[in-house]
């Protein structure tokens, strides 16, 4: 079976604290594609969300990135509601407070392929799909290219460089 991971895509990094353009822009693109894939029955949904305590700011991450978001219970936490129709339909909903998650990586034991979507294609994503690529060095690991905005168009570019280089395929 084939699981679609829907990394963050949370309030705060599509029009929220951390919001992009680009992030805006994606985000229908992501809702067809997430819309044909349970009308198909293609694929499994897995969903992140980047959670964070009210201490925030203390944390190494906070320090780095001074920048309230994802704050557990806020609405900037909460997943998109253009997408709660399939996040309703998820396999899982997995908390993670970094970047990565090994949370994550329990639940696409049973996968044949993983394809990533979402957002930040230069932490979150990337950061995924190395720790699924290490976890599970044979099984095919893709990223929708078009459903996935960085921070910026360059350092999007560069994670989606950096993740071919690592042999995630890149569509």
Request: proline residues 4%.
């Amino acid at each position: 079976m084939k699981s679609i991971v829907v990394v963050d895509m949370q309030n705060d990094f599509i029009d929220g604290s951390l919001g992009t353009k680009e992030a805006q822009k994606m985000l229908p693109r992501l809702k067809d594609k997430l819309k044909k894939v349970v009308e198909d029955g293609s694929a499994e949904l897995v969903f992140t969300m980047d959670t964070h305590g009210k201490d925030y700011l203390n944390t190494q991450e906070g320090k780095k990135l001074p920048v309230e978001h994802c704050i557990k219970g806020t609405q900037g936490w909460e997943i998109s509601p253009e997408l709660g129709e399939f996040v309703a339909k998820a396999k899982a909903v997995v908390e993670k407070p970094t970047f990565g998650s090994m949370e994550l990586i329990k639940h696409l034991k049973a996968a044949d392929e993983v394809e990533l979507v979402g957002l930040c294609t230069d932490i979150c994503v990337i950061s995924n799909a190395l720790l699924i690529k290490a976890a599970y060095p044979e099984m095919k690991v893709s990223v929708d290219a078009q459903c996935c905005a960085g921070v910026t168009p360059e350092s999007h570019a560069n994670a989606l460089d950096a993740m071919k280089m690592c042999q995630v395929e890149i569509r």
